[in-house]
């Protein structure tokens, strides 16, 4: 079996590893809109971070948002989305956070589903078309 084929057996594993992904974070997202808790916020600062792009080092701005609870306390996390245009400090937005864990947040108006979605359903395309694969092959053999 040549290295071609050795990739397309180890790509079903990566497939269900990004179904697995994708899955987990539409139900925190989710499960943020229907049990969790709204706050008015503001964006503190920006989490700067070199990344590798096309061969090229580029910047990647994660906003860190705090905001204050009903009960008087305040949080304040980094996003786990980022972008690479820094947000702008100070600007306000609304959070929607677990009461039981804040660090778990979203900002409203944010589409978190749309990556999540593509990687569940990315996934599920190379999980079954390199398992086609491998069966096509093994069946003209």
Same mark, same amino acid.
């Given at each position: ?69 009903? *009960?008087?306390? +305040?949080? #304040? ?8 245009? @820094?947000?702008? &400090? /100070?600007?306000? $937005? ?8 804040? *660090?778990?947040? +979203?900002? #409203? ?8 979605? @593509?990687?569940? &359903? /990315?996934?599920? $395309? ?16």
């Amino acid at each position: 079996m040549d290295s071609n084929w050795l990739l397309i057996a180890l790509a079903p594993f990566l497939g269900v590893f990004l179904v697995r992904f994708g899955v987990d974070g539409l139900r925190r997202t989710r499960r943020l809109r229907r049990t969790g808790v709204t706050a008015d916020g503001w964006i503190v600062r920006n989490a700067a971070r070199q990344r590798r792009s096309d061969g090229a080092k580029r910047t990647f701005y994660y906003p860190v948002v705090a905001w204050t609870t009903e *009960d008087g306390r +305040t949080y #304040e996390y980094e996003h786990s989305c980022g972008n690479d245009a @820094a947000f702008g &400090v /100070g600007a306000p $937005v609304t959070v929607r956070y677990a009461p039981e864990a804040p *660090d778990e947040f +979203t900002i #409203e108006g944010w589409a978190p589903d749309i990556p999540y979605g @593509a990687l569940t &359903v /990315g996934g599920a $395309v190379l999980a079954v078309g390199s398992v086609t694969a491998l069966i096509v092959r093994f069946l003209a053999f």
